[in-house]
């Protein structure tokens, strides 16, 4: 008979709330989109639902124990007992055993369809995070400014001064500039530079305008490969996210059809399906522990094979759902790395404070919007760290002891 399990839901929600992320750490702006806000109600409920569990099995073996240590105790000393009375003690301590077994064995399978319960669960919680994040990355608010801020052309300063010296050299040397000037903001830049030297005017108007002109152009050419760096990086982390969207959908699928549920997960999502769900999986747990009523009114009694069949399938659902918890916090780990370069990136323009002037309103959105995401990466989206042996204790079991 196997060694029973002691109560272990308390020791894996304290766990979880060690682990997660303490006061000093990143906080979100939404004080309701933070790690402690989406998962703390689900590990107390987790606990609930598994310290209810096991005080239930307790309570119902408990005179079974009791009544076992008994027979073992009055078993250990048996000259004081007849040889009939030592046989029906035998007898009884082997029913006990058969039973208490039993009982184990239910509960076992009890556990596993609420730990696969609560895989799904996570499943359901981690793809309102991913689809945030499809959200997100797909409202493109950084790519959307990274062509504006990166091209002098749109900045008022160089379309005034480059149309004033146009006019300039063209009054005096009669030369305007070819059509690439104009489409290449590089060349149309130097040409812009070249003309404030050469083109005329008061000394201190044209230092104004050189100094303006030069700020834009070295902010310019410093952010746009930056940007580029962004834009790209950002595409790519678009594209990883969209692949685990769809890996999250096909892992719902597989998992519920272990219960024989088919609709997939972004129909179950918008119609609320989920107790209908839940309710096969109860339907087939009852009918593995016999307890489902047949046409008589009679209940079914159980059925080993079917019993094996249902632990195999709700743990191979817990299985795919562990290893897709790993997938999702290392995608989140390395949004987390990503963002921090892009923060590094739009805070280290060396000349910001010289040219603060002409640096547009976009390039300080951008740097906002990169800074709430990171803490979105740090918080909103983060799972508590429960590698290893924790992560193996929620969804397999405590350790026996």
């Known amino acids: 008979m196997k060694t029973l399990l002691l109560p272990w839901s308390t020791g894996i929600a304290l766990a979880f709330c060690i682990l997660l992320p303490k006061s000093g750490f990143a906080t979100n702006s939404n004080p309701e989109d933070s790690t402690a806000h989406w998962m703390q109600p689900w590990i107390r409920h987790m606990e609930t639902d598994f310290q209810s569990l096991e005080n239930e099995y307790a309570d119902l073996t408990r005179p079974l124990q009791n009544r076992l240590q008994d027979i073992k105790a009055e078993l250990a000393n048996p000259c004081t007992r007849s040889a009939e009375e030592g046989f029906h003690l035998l007898w009884e301590r082997m029913q006990l055993d058969d039973a208490l077994a039993q009982f184990e064995e239910e509960h076992d399978l009890r556990k596993i369809k609420l730990r696969y319960r609560k895989g799904v669960e996570i499943i359901k919680m981690l793809y309102e995070k991913i689809l945030s994040m499809d959200h997100h990355f797909s409202s493109l608010k950084a790519q959307q400014e990274m062509q504006k801020i990166s091209n002098p052309h749109n900045y008022p300063e160089f379309k005034e001064a480059r149309t004033i010296i146009e006019d300039k050299m063209k009054k005096k040397f009669g030369f305007t500039p070819p059509a690439i000037f104009q489409a290449n903001p590089y060349l149309s830049a130097a040409f812009s530079i070249v003309g404030l030297v050469i083109g005329g005017g008061e000394d201190k108007d044209k230092k104004a305008d050189v100094e303006k002109i030069a700020c834009i152009m070295d902010f310019t050419v410093r952010i746009h490969a930056d940007m580029n760096v962004i834009f790209y990086e ?108 892009f923060n590094k990136i739009t805070t280290n323009y060396e000349n910001e404070k010289a040219c603060s002037e002409i640096l547009p309103d976009q390039f300080k959105q951008l740097k906002t919007d990169i800074d709430q995401t990171l803490d979105k990466f740090n918080s909103a989206y983060r799972m508590p760290e429960v590698q290893g042996s924790k992560l193996k204790d929620m969804l397999y079991g405590g350790v026996e002891n």
Do not use: H
């Open 234 to 341: 950002t595409g790519y982390l678009r594209e990883a996210n969209m692949t685990l969207k769809r890996d999250c959908e096909a892992l719902f699928t597989e998992c519920a059809r272990q219960v024989g549920y088919t609709i997939p997960l972004e129909n179950c999502r918008n119609s609320d399906d989920w107790e209908r769900l839940y309710a096969l999986l109860d339907q087939m747990v009852a009918k593995s522990l016999g307890e489902l009523n047949n046409a008589t009114g009679m209940q079914t009694p159980p059925d080993p094979k079917f019993q094996s069949r249902t632990e195999t399938n709700l743990q191979f659902a817990i299985d795919r759902t562990l290893q897709f918890i790993n997938r999702y916090t290392d995608f989140v780990n390395q949004g987390n790395e990503y963002y921090k370069k």
